[in-house]
């Protein structure tokens, strides 16, 4: 995770963008004390649920700050979007052996999505 924040902070340097102030949200699965530090460390905001990970007691550290609301939004986005990948059959079962071929057909399904849901009159 931290070496694909790494190059995410590289590519939005080159278009001139800036993420500090921006929010990460992420699934529990990415709570460490590491992956917080590292987005800390570029200037954002984590928005991780805290992960128990079979504790029988709660920890005994500081609550990390966590809105329901943006991951809730980040889940339903998520979602819409494998609900349109699933309307091209080629997609929805991986008929494809080469990987290239695959992603190739992802980005053409997602070329013919994003004019029908962002150009809409």
Not at 21 to 41: P, Q, W
Request: include cysteine; charge should be positive.
């Amino acid at each position: 995770m931290r070496d694909a924040l790494l190059r995410l902070t590289e590519m939005v340097r080159t278009i001139g963008a800036d993420l500090q102030g921006s929010t990460v949200s992420l699934d529990g699965v990415y709570d460490c004390r590491a992956n917080r530090k590292a987005i800390f460390n570029r200037g954002m905001t984590s928005n991780i649920p805290e992960n128990p990970r079979g504790r029988k007691t709660p920890r005994r550290a500081r609550k990390q700050r966590f809105d329901p609301a943006i991951f809730e939004e980040r889940f339903r986005t998520i979602e819409c979007v494998f609900a349109w990948e699933d309307k091209f059959r080629r997609l929805l079962l991986r008929f494809e052996r080469i990987s290239d071929v695959h992603y190739a057909l992802k980005t053409l399904a997602y070329t013919m999505i994003n004019p029908r849901h962002y150009c809409r009159n």
